[in-house]
């Protein structure tokens, strides 16, 4: 069972580049949410899934997109990155919204 | 919007002393929960508190939600060097449906 897994694991950018962080869970999880831990800043929520089918902006939306591409798969997108994106992101899910989090492995993003 | 406090931000501790980590809600919690991160890992969910002067314990730790479910707290009997990492409390509030994580508390523990 392998939970939440999460690609790249480490990923280099230059300013202006794109991609798309992966995020898969096996747990038929109905949630799933992308954070990103930055020192001294805890975790702050980017955007979130309730259910297959919706996505909704959490604390700190600007400068990413998401997809819900099956109840499995949420995808984070930097269109354009910055290196104010340079962070540490991590993917979870729960069952249902008031569980805890199971969290991915994390995917550390540098962008110079 | 609903922010949650943590203190301390750091502590150093001599292997055998206890811990204790407190979270502050600015609002009324729905609920609050606990994670722990190791050093260069991820959180891992540790226990969620939902009634209102709530005590749960699991081995050496022991969690506590506030009369008020403002705030909670985490203590450490006895520590141990696998004790180290980050603990982050984690509140939702009533009026919505995700979760605010506090900064968290790096404990260190020093054998």
């Known amino acids: 069972n392998a939970g939440v897994t999460q690609t790249p694991k480490f990923q280099v950018l230059k300013t202006g580049q794109s991609m798309t962080l992966q995020c898969a869970q096996d747990?038929?999880?109905?949630?799933m949410y992308w954070y990103r831990q930055d020192p001294g800043m805890g975790l702050r929520l980017i955007y979130y899934s309730a259910s297959e089918g919706t996505t909704d902006k959490g604390e700190v939306p600007n400068g990413y997109n998401v997809s819900r591409l099956n109840k499995r798969e949420f995808s984070l997108r930097l269109e354009s990155a910055a290196p104010s994106q340079t962070s540490v992101y991590f993917c979870?899910?729960?069952?249902?919204?008031?569980?805890?989090?199971?969290f991915g492995s994390g995917t550390r993003l540098t962008v110079v | 919007g609903q922010q949650v406090m943590q203190i301390p931000q750091y502590q150093h501790v001599q292997e055998g002393e206890d811990f204790t980590t407190y979270c502050n809600s600015s609002t009324t919690l729905s609920n609050i929960q606990w994670y722990k991160q190791r050093p260069g890992g991820h959180p891992v969910f540790l226990i969620q508190l939902v009634k209102s002067g709530e005590v749960k314990k699991q081995k050496r730790l022991t969690f506590q939600f506030g009369e008020a479910k403002k705030n909670s707290s985490l203590h450490i009997t006895a520590t141990q060097t696998t004790d180290v990492g980050t603990y982050f409390c984690?509140?939702?509030?009533?009026?919505?449906?995700?979760?605010?994580f506090g900064k968290g508390t790096m404990l260190l523990v020093s054998p």
């Open positions: 984690a509140g939702r509030d009533s009026g919505y449906s995700t979760l605010t």
């Open positions: 979870a899910s729960n069952l249902h919204q008031e569980d805890g989090y199971t």
């Open positions: 747990m038929n999880h109905n949630s």
